[in-house]
């Protein structure tokens, strides 16, 4: 294979049609260009320049790589720039998250996107365990997690809290007890962890949620609190959830006497630094969260 190095020499070489002032150009001594033009000719087995003195000419060899390597050094200039270029505002950047964080950030990040279109916002809403395994097989660049992650390879950093809340039909006051067993539970994928955590830190006569009257179920962040708003049964979502509900009034979101929260997690590839465009969006959900 042809160093590039030396090949940039020889056509540098060409164009400026003079050793010294190559050598010049390139920061270079003259011996340093004659040797990279002496190692090109040792490689290729053939000779590439016809010297006359001081001055030379081109062999048809010489003719032949000059012709050949306009393009080749062209397409390595484009590509280091490209690859160089790390824009805060072009390109994808690929989060994945709860859906309650999702429901929160996304209108957001495509407001940003609208400002930037060359900004490509790819959101995907997962429960904990489908993030951080999206990060680790790195395909997602950042995640957000409601707990800690458990394999090595994923880094993350506490970056807000958000507040669970039992929310009941718009028609319940006070939440009590026995008002809770008569309703019955709408259930969601994270419907009994949730429970455990607000109700259990707050009713005595708590132990599960299965002490409840099982009256729901949906695996859709947007639609647990349509049964809900329809007085079928009551659950406990995290607050951005509740308030991306479209129809406010028809729910009450109770906050009880002892109050729980969730830490919310920016997971990342550990050691893996983030290019400017994901740091973009970094800021940006930090702002909203």
Known sequence: ?????????????????????????????????????????????????????KKFSLSDTGEKLY????????????????????????????????????????????????????LIIDFRF???????????????????????????????????????????????????????MTLGFIDHPDGSHHANLLLGANYPEFQHSNLFPRKGFSNQIGLILEPVSMGLGFTVLPAHAVEAFQRPEQIKAHRLARPVSETLYLCALRKKAFQRRIETVIAEARRWL
């Open 126 to 180: 997962a429960p904990n365990t489908d993030v951080e395994n999206a990060i680790a097989e790195s395909a997602v660049d950042i995640g957000f997690m409601t707990s800690k992650s458990t394999l090595a390879d994923v880094s993350c950093t506490p970056v807000a809290q958000e507040s669970l809340l039992l929310v009941t039909p718009a028609s319940v006051e006070e939440p009590e007890w026995d008002t809770l």
């Open 67 to 118: 012709a050949s390597a306009q393009d080749i050094l062209l397409a390595l200039s484009n590509l280091e720039q490209s690859v160089g270029e790390d824009s805060p505002y072009e390109g994808a950047v690929r989060l994945m998250s709860p859906g309650s964080v999702g429901l929160k950030l996304y209108s957001h990040l495509l407001a940003l996107q609208s400002e930037h279109p060359k």
């Open 1 to 53: 294979m042809i160093n590039t190095t030396w090949l940039r020499s020889f056509c540098t070489l060409v164009e400026v049609g003079h050793f010294t002032r190559t050598a010049e150009r390139l920061h270079m001594t003259q011996s340093g260009v004659s040797q990279h033009v002496r190692k090109l000719e040792e490689q290729l087995g053939a000779e590439l320049l016809v010297r006359q003195g």
